[in-house]
């Protein structure tokens, strides 16, 4: 009976061993493994903490640097100085007004009441930053459109355009000559077509700005003849882009054909057909002009025949469609001065 109760007292020392000092093992329990993962999120998350914490303090004090460094700016000559501070928090607290003056504002210098997915403090910044750039003088024109500034300086650029004018008639007059454009070279050698389009389109300006110039002074004071400046003038800005696009040969085939065929025309004094190429180079000859091929499940019937050259590239952009406005314009004006023997080859 005694050696019993000596082995059961010596199991119960051997498992109360065990649970001080657990022996090594290759199994694991589902709690020890969730114990352990929470543990592990835990110490994560005390050390994400104690980051965040050191990051929003480090900020607060370079906020508190820069509020004590900023009375020793320079003060401001604007009405509203506090406005100016860039690293201040609340950068609109100065500027305060309410909705209705906001929108009086904005639609006195002729600006948008509202932008796409505009905050009312966003639209309150922007105003501020209107009044900033007037006040140094940037935008004292801001809201008008280009006709009206081409209007209200027309003088000054008419001058300008004169003296531009006399230096440079002789060099186009020796680039381009009284050659015609060859409409053969559009598939022999499209790079020789593009500095033949490009002098003839400077000289027909220039020559478009000369006659500008040589009419009476009591012509040019009244309104149609200033309007009349102002479309030459306007008509130069469009047209500066397309010059570029000729200098860098980098224009689409079928404009460049359009345009060869416009000029072609135009050199021989057959307008007619020059508008008509200028139609097709404007709206194009599809019955989609806009490009719509497939509005439906079904397929259109001649679809196929949808070509390049039937696209209108006057819906392309606003640029191309401002210097093809301004195509027509050259072609009005090439017309008045130099009228076409056949009266039926005038334009409508």
């Known amino acids: 009976m005694d050696g019993l109760l000596a082995e059961v007292a010596a199991k119960r020392k051997a498992i109360s061993d065990d649970q001080v000092n657990p022996r090594p093992s290759k199994y694991m329990r589902r709690g020890e493994i969730e114990r352990l993962r929470e543990e592990q999120e ?79 403090k966003d639209r309150r910044l922007r105003l501020r930053a209107l009044e900033l750039i007037e006040e140094k003088g940037h935008d004292s024109k801001a809201g008008q459109n280009d006709f009206k500034k081409a209007l209200e300086d027309v003088e000054s650029v008419e001058r300008e355009l004169k003296s531009k004018n006399s230096k440079g008639k002789k060099k186009g007059e020796e680039l381009v ?23 003839a389109l400077k000289r027909v300006l220039n020559e478009w700005g000369e006659a500008m110039d040589e009419r009476p002074e009591h012509v040019k004071r009244t309104t149609q003849g200033k309007l009349a400046a102002a479309t030459q003038v306007q008509s130069a800005e469009y047209l500066k882009p397309l010059f570029k696009t000729l200098r860098s040969r980098s224009l689409p085939p079928d404009m460049l054909a359009r345009m060869a065929e416009i000029v072609h025309h135009m050199q021989k004094r057959q307008y007619q057909k020059a508008n008509d190429s200028y139609l097709r180079l404007s709206i194009g000859n599809a019955p989609w002009p806009i490009g719509v091929t497939m509005v439906g499940i079904h397929e259109r019937s001649a679809r196929e025949k949808i070509s390049s050259d039937q696209v209108a590239h006057v819906l392309n952009d606003e640029v191309s469609r401002k210097y093809i406005q301004s195509l027509k314009r050259l072609l009005t004006f090439s017309q008045t001065k130099y009228p076409p023997e056949d009266v039926s080859q005038l334009m409508g």
Request: without cysteine; aromatic residues 6%.
């Open 42 to 120: 835990r110490k994560e998350k005390a050390e994400k903490e104690a980051k965040e914490a050191a990051e929003k303090q480090r900020k607060e004090e370079a906020l508190a640097r820069k509020a004590s460094k900023a009375p020793s700016r320079p003060a401001s000559n604007s009405p509203f100085p506090e406005s100016r501070e860039e690293d201040s928090p609340i950068p609109e607290s100065s500027f305060n007004i309410s909705n209705e003056e906001t929108i009086r504002r904005l639609r006195s210098k002729g600006q948008p009441i509202r932008l796409f997915a505009e905050s009312d």
């Open 177 to 199: 000559g009284e050659g015609v454009l060859d409409l053969d070279l559009v598939k022999t050698d499209p790079d020789k077509l593009y500095p033949i389009i490009y002098y």
